[in-house]
């Protein structure tokens, strides 16, 4: 259908060696990938502090643990930051967190990580989850 190139590229340098850094696709999905898990690990740990769970607290290790991996074993910088108005945060928390899973989900998906797509189909199912369950008012008492 398409007829192949047949001329070198006019973006390519006529130097062997090029004077910047070079990193191959997978390495940039890794990057990116890291950048989504921790981004969920911070907002992971905000719901945490307003909501303690067990449920969130294997989340959080368990993001820890993925975000290490694509780093070569660094781990994330964790960051606890004081809890503020409770149920409109939760709410926005939830929604940012679904968000941040969806994100990482396409980017496990296109570079066929098992282990971090299954990880954020299990959040954003989680965080769907929690938006649906009804909640009670706070009331000033």
Same mark, same amino acid.
């Given at each position: 259908?398409?007829?192949p190139?047949?001329?070198?590229?006019? %973006?390519?340098? +006529?130097?062997?060696?090029p004077?910047?850094?070079?990193?191959?696709r997978?390495?940039?999905?890794?990057?990116q990938? +890291?950048?989504?898990l921790? &981004?969920?690990?911070?907002?992971? #740990?905000?719901?945490?502090?307003?909501?303690?769970s067990?449920?969130? #607290?294997? +989340? &959080?290790e368990?993001?820890?643990?993925?975000?290490?991996?694509?780093?070569?074993?660094?781990?994330p910088?964790?960051?606890t930051?004081?809890?503020?108005?409770?149920?409109?945060r939760?709410?926005?928390?939830?929604?940012?967190a679904?968000a941040?899973?969806?994100?990482?989900?396409?980017? &496990?998906?296109?570079r066929?990580?098992?282990?971090?797509?299954?990880?954020?189909?299990q959040?954003? #199912?989680a %965080?769907? +989850?929690?938006l649906?369950?009804?909640?009670?008012p706070?009331t000033a008492?």
């Amino acid at each position: 259908m398409y007829e192949p190139i047949r001329t070198k590229s006019v %973006h390519t340098t +006529a130097r062997t060696t090029p004077d910047f850094p070079h990193r191959s696709r997978e390495e940039e999905l890794d990057i990116q990938l +890291a950048g989504h898990l921790a &981004a969920l690990l911070t907002v992971t #740990d905000e719901l945490r502090e307003l909501e303690p769970s067990v449920e969130l #607290d294997a +989340a &959080a290790e368990r993001l820890v643990e993925q975000v290490a991996r694509l780093r070569g074993e660094v781990p994330p910088v964790r960051v606890t930051t004081p809890a503020r108005g409770r149920e409109p945060r939760l709410t926005a928390l939830h929604r940012r967190a679904h968000a941040l899973a969806g994100r990482a989900l396409v980017v &496990a998906a296109s570079r066929a990580d098992t282990a971090a797509a299954i990880l954020s189909a299990q959040r954003m #199912d989680a %965080h769907t +989850a929690a938006l649906a369950e009804p909640r009670e008012p706070l009331t000033a008492g």
